[in-house]
Nanobody, 131 residues
Framework: AVQLVESGGGSVQTGGSLRLSCTASVITLDDSEMGWYRQAPGNECELVASILSDGTTDYKDSVKGRFFISRDMAKNTVYLQMNSLKPDDTAVYYC?????????????????????????WGQGTQVTVSS
């Protein structure tokens, strides 16, 4: 079965950095669009960063210049480097994957990331940024 295993969450102070990792099994990155979603308490699941099968990346406006998504094809792993973290970045972060031609931007089909039923999702990892 397809699995997305996340790691790297934690607690940092404002201005700190964290790197999230997501290792996929069964699916391969060159056949998939990958993304990092997040959900803060009371807020809707939102796409933070994505990387397409050709390596094209995209970001939510509020994280541009601070977050960077990358991938290691040999390890079948996607990363999210998060710098200059702010309290507003506090959320549960989820790795998601869809197979072409589905677009990663439509994977969040529900208010809650945990209820999304398109593509494959990791278990979520908590990121907490304190002021």
């Amino acid at each position: 079965a397809v699995q997305l295993v996340e790691s790297g969450g934690g607690s940092v102070q404002t201005g700190g950095s964290l790197r999230l990792s997501c290792t996929a099994s069964v699916i391969t990155l060159d056949d998939s669009e990958m993304g990092w979603y997040r959900q803060a308490p009371g807020n809707e699941c939102e796409l933070v960063a994505s990387i397409l099968s050709d390596g094209t990346t995209d970001y939510k406006d509020s994280v541009k210049g601070r977050f960077f998504i990358s991938r290691d094809m040999a390890k079948n792993t996607v990363y999210l480097q998060m710098n200059s973290l702010k309290p507003d970045d506090t959320a549960v972060y989820y790795c998601a994957a869809v197979l072409r031609p589905t677009r990663i931007s439509v994977a969040a089909t529900a208010f809650d990331c945990a209820d999304a039923d398109v593509g494959y999702w990791g278990q979520g990892t908590q990121v907490t940024v304190s002021s």
